[in-house]
DNA sequence: ATGAAAGCGCTAACAT
DNA sequence: ATGTTAGCGCTTTCAT
């Protein structure tokens, strides 16, 4: 329509102000400051009046900087939405804005297909860098080559992969792992109950060491491990808590997993926290959880904070300084699921 | 460096393969289908082996359509992200990326510098069209029309703008406090409280119409109100339930406010649900509270289907259908909070 | 079935 | 202090 036919380019404002496309691109731009004073006030004027936007498109292009950066994280949870609002929020005072794309959770059939979409997405669109958590912790190296061998920067969050070297910020689930276990020993426990997940494979995997590491340096203190994808989760967990020295403190991998352990001791007829002291990990409450759950804080505005800055850095000064590696340290945040053990071995009924 | 020099154009292909670059523009982008087989398979292969990536920048400025979708909402909470990974669903299908920014919850100081710096960054890039939800009601004509001037389609979420007329996908609140009345009546509440903000002010306000709508076509039940940002709420809701008929149900517009008025009554030796129900609106827990609260589904996954199918239909039909106007109905999610009144009015304590 | 040429909106030498 | 010229990587007439 019409609305074509009167865009604004650089070359409306030249020709409005009597000079060459390359002054005005030299003045909009800031570059050469020798221009005589008139002459820029005359180009700011036009170029605001006739609201002058330039094309990002064609700037990217000719300097191969976009200010865009492309980020791609698990489909929506909380944890994951703060981070990006932290990236974002370190973001907006630097002039770039992100490329979003959702990967899934983990790999699956289609991960593939929808993973290295995404990744064509950002790399066609000239993203001058990349963040992402990577869905699984193998075997992607295929499209991380699609963004190496473009030399675009790329720094992951959350989940480390093992055979990749490059930039990272995570929790410190060791320590995270070590935390729980001090605060339940702390509170007098000694019978442990550790609940993971062999398939988010790490960030279990580490909070499962640090948990064990603390026990087996406490005397008279021992712990066991449960697996949320083994065949009868609930009939091992109900197992073990009908054994005469049952666990009185139990730590879950994962907020969800201690919410599915909550109703299920709860339904058995044990009080929580009275019976037993329940801990999650990651803080992300589903709703439906009539418990203050105790669990942990992983600071996803500190990742998220972290993770841009490394990328602000890295596409200033590109890739002279070593591989960055960061590791946040979670807190726990005492609520309602967790106490004192209960006097008697009141636990076999 | 030399990654630089060795950037694989469509000028490499078409030098490797002894045709032009037309050519190999035509056969990658399938246009003109009357190319020899040999022809289209070489290319193919040259750019396969090249691992060729076409230059998304270049394609938009050319074409003028740069499959990019603006989308900008308020930081994150649940709701929005959840809508966002609705939209994003939806949008993958479609090969469509988007270009995201977070705007403040509301309007304030800063709110006029970071949203008409967010929407710049989005129109300098040439998005297809633009989803958003406006921080404040009203007041931002200024950059709305950055967007309406380039006849960039702009589809409005969650919350409405009284000055412009434009697409928009929300929830229903009307009925959402209907049902929020009606779901109390039928326990047999009769004395109802809401629990508003006047600052949020479209949202808040339907569910308040809704709600107070039921109680008007209902025999003997009645209906008080506050507001969260009057001076002393606290005072104000111990005042009420110290009356002699005092509220049995409770309707907070939002589930911040639910969980805050929770704690408030079970300091104050309240009973939830056994003295009082308390419904919350949204389903957007926060995890200290130790209730599963009744709240309200907004359904975001439907809502961000419902903009990203608006989004797409403009995209390629353009403004010629009428202006879309969308309400989504939230269902109720009973859960603890809720139950029927107590026998004897033993409120007044 | 393929090529030549112009141009999109702008930047960046290289002038003067 | 400002203009000229060549291109960036691609699409799109218009030819043949």
């Known amino acids: 329509m019409a609305a074509y036919r009167e865009r604004v380019t650089m070359k409306t404002i030249a020709e409005e102000a009597g000079v060459t496309l390359t002054t005005v691109s030299r003045i909009l731009n800031h570059k050469g400051g020798k221009y005589a004073k008139d002459t820029k006030e005359k180009i700011f004027e036009i170029a605001e009046r006739l609201k002058y936007r330039p094309n990002a498109l064609v700037h990217g292009m000719q300097t191969g900087r976009t200010n865009t ?11 994951y939405s703060q981070v990006v609002t932290a990236i974002h929020h370190t973001f907006l005072s630097n002039d770039v804005i992100m490329l979003l794309g959702w990967n899934p959770l983990r790999a699956d059939q289609r991960k593939e297909t929808t ?88 960030t279990s995997r ?12 406490t005397a008279n203190a021992c712990g066991q491990s449960l697996d949320i994808n083994q065949s009868d989760l609930n009939a091992a967990v109900l197992h073990l808590m ?26 058995e007829g044990f009080s929580i926290p009275g019976d ?63 106490a004192p053990p209960p006097n008697e071995a009141r636990c076999s009924k």
Chains 1, 2 share one sequence.
Not at 70 to 77: E, K, Q
Not at 154 to 159: E, G, N, P, S, T
Not at 206 to 217: A, I, K, M, P, T
Not at 303 to 317: C, D, N, P, S
């Open 276 to 338: 037993v002291s329940l801990l999650g990990f990651g803080n992300e409450p589903s709703g439906s959880c009539p418990f203050a759950l105790t669990t942990f804080d992983q600071h996803p505005d500190l990742i998220g904070q972290t993770a841009a800055k490394i990328y602000l850095e890295r596409i200033e000064k590109g890739s002279q300084n070593g591989v960055r590696y960061e590791r946040i340290t979670p807190d726990i945040l005492i609520r309602a699921t967790s």
């Open 69 to 79: 950066a492309g980020i791609m994280i698990p489909v929506s949870t909380p944890f």
């Open 115 to 202: 993973e290295r979409k995404i990744i064509h997405q950002l790399v066609d669109r000239r993203v001058d860098g990349v963040i992402l958590r990577p869905s699984s912790e193998a075997f992607e190296r295929s499209y991380f080559e699609e963004i190496w061998e473009r030399d675009i920067p790329l720094i992951l969050f959350d989940r480390e992969m093992s055979n990749v070297s490059t930039d990272f910020v995570g929790t410190d689930d060791v320590v995270g792992g070590r935390l729980a276990a001090e605060y339940l020993i702390s509170l007098g426990h000694r019978e442990l109950l550790f609940v993971g997940s062999s398939e988010r494979v790490s």
């Open 242 to 267: 009908k054994q005469d020295r049952c666990p009185t403190g139990i730590f879950c991998y994962n907020d969800s997993t201690a919410e599915r352990v909550a109703s299920l001791l709860t339904e």
């Open 206 to 217: 580490h909070r499962e060491d640090g948990f064990r590491n603390v026990l087996s340096e």
